[in-house]
Nanobody, 115 residues
């Protein structure tokens, strides 16, 4: 089982990034996918989540209207489009897969928002 995030980097405030998470080793289309983030000294927090078939999604209040989660079950990939980035969005971003009691985590990708 693997979840591999990519797309992080350094971006100026107001900029955009698109994170990707490529999954392998399990039936991707059976799993709810989510993005979490963790800033230094803070707990990991849920950013966005999407149903296994992509029919519904949810967002933390602090990213509503700025971030969009999507998935492509044919490519076993989940995305996080991040617009209007703020310095407080700086964190390591992790994707996760969940189905009942089963769950997997990626290794994370760093997003730094700074001028």
């Amino acid at each position: 089982v693997q979840l591999v995030e990519s797309g992080g980097g350094l971006v100026q405030p107001g900029g955009s990034l698109r994170l990707s998470c490529a999954a392998s080793g399990f039936t991707f289309s059976d799993y709810r996918m989510s993005w979490y983030r963790q800033a230094p000294g803070k707990e990991r927090e849920l950013v966005a989540t999407i149903a296994s078939d992509g029919s519904s999604s949810g967002y933390a209040d602090f990213v509503k209207g700025r971030f969009t989660i999507s998935r492509d079950n044919a490519k076993n990939t989940v995305y996080l489009q991040m617009n209007s980035l703020k310095p407080e969005d700086t964190a390591a971003y992790y994707c996760s897969a969940a189905r009942g009691i089963f769950g997997f985590w990626g290794q994370g990708t760093q997003v730094t928002v700074s001028s």
